[in-house]
C-alpha cells in the first residue's frame, strides 16, 4: 500500500522568508512517480513538479526548488524568499508505475500563508 | 486548450437521493480520475477510468459509480447520498507516458451539500 505523509498541517511565514514543505512516502513499488501540487484559494489543483523514483536530481524551478531522497524517501518542495502569492494549500501526490498508476495517494497538504 | 470542465459546480441534495457529476477532460487525455476532498480526509482517489474502462478503484462503498464516453468524458454517480458525502468532487485528466501516470490537470470541483 502506498502513503504520504505531510507532516506540517500549517505554516506560517513572512515574505521574502524562505521555507520547506516536508514530504515523506511509502511504497512497496521500486518504480514509482512522486508529485508536487498547489491550490490557491481559487481552489482548482496546479501542477508543480513531477519526479520519477529513478531521478534523484535536485531540481530547481525559480523560486522552488525540490529535494528527493530515496535513502529517506523524502521529497521535500523549498520556497526561497516567499510571496505573499505563494498562500495556498500544497499536496504532495505518489502514482505507482503499471497496473496501478492511475491511483495517486495524496498527503493531507500543507497550508501555507505567507504574510506581508 | 480548455482546461477540465466540471458540471455542475455546486448542487444540493437531500439525504437518500442520488447525484451524477460531469467531467470533460482536456482534448486528447484519455485518463479521467476522481477525487473526494474534504477537510478532514484531504483529497481521497475514488477512481480511474481510461478508454471507457475503469483502471483503478479506490476505498469507497459501492454507492459511488462512474463511467466513461467514447469522447473521454465521464460521469460520477452517487446513490443513495449520507450526510457524510458533502464534499468537493475534483476530477483530473491526464495521459500516459508508457505505464506511468503523467501529471494530471484538474477541474474546479462540484461542490455537493447533502442536507
Known amino acids: 500500500a502506498q502513503k504520504v505523509t505531510q507532516a506540517q498541517t500549517e505554516i506560517s511565514v513572512v515574505e521574502k522568508e524562505d521555507v520547506t514543505l516536508d514530504c515523506v512516502y511509502e511504497?512497496?513499488?521500486?518504480?514509482?512517480?512522486l508529485f508536487w501540487y498547489k491550490q490557491p484559494p481559487s481552489g482548482e489543483l496546479v501542477f508543480l513538479i513531477r519526479r520519477n523514483s529513478f531521478d534523484e536530481q535536485n531540481e530547481i524551478s525559480g523560486r522552488y526548488s525540490w529535494n528527493f531522497q530515496k535513502s529517506t524517501s523524502s521529497f521535500n518542495f523549498t520556497i526561497t524568499a516567499s510571496q505573499v502569492v505563494d498562500s495556498a494549500v500544497y499536496f504532495c501526490a505518489l502514482s505507482e508505475a503499471f497496473k496501478s498508476a492511475g491511483k495517486s495517494t495524496f498527503g493531507d497538504g500543507t497550508t501555507l500563508t505567507v504574510k506581508p | 486548450k480548455a482546461g477540465v470542465t466540471q458540471t455542475p459546480r455546486y448542487l444540493i441534495k437531500t439525504r437518500g437521493q442520488q447525484v451524477t457529476l460531469s467531467c470533460s477532460p482536456i482534448s486528447g487525455h484519455r485518463s479521467v480520475s476522481w477525487y473526494q476532498q474534504t477537510p478532514g480526509q484531504g483529497l481521497q482517489f475514488l477512481f480511474e477510468?481510461?478508454?471507457?474502462?475503469?483502471?483503478n478503484k479506490g476505498n469507497f462503498p459501492g454507492r459511488f459509480s462512474g463511467r466513461q464516453f467514447s469522447n473521454s468524458r465521464s460521469e460520477m454517480n452517487v446513490s443513495t447520498l449520507e450526510l457524510g458525502d458533502s464534499a468537493l468532487y475534483l476530477c483530473?485528466?491526464?495521459?500516459?507516458?508508457?505505464?506511468?501516470?503523467?501529471?494530471?490537470?484538474f477541474g474546479p470541483g462540484t461542490r455537493l451539500t447533502v442536507l
Open positions: 477510468y481510461f478508454s471507457e474502462t475503469q483502471r
Open positions: 483530473a485528466s491526464s495521459t500516459y507516458t508508457g505505464l506511468a501516470l503523467n501529471e494530471q490537470f
Open positions: 511504497t512497496r513499488d521500486t518504480t514509482y512517480y
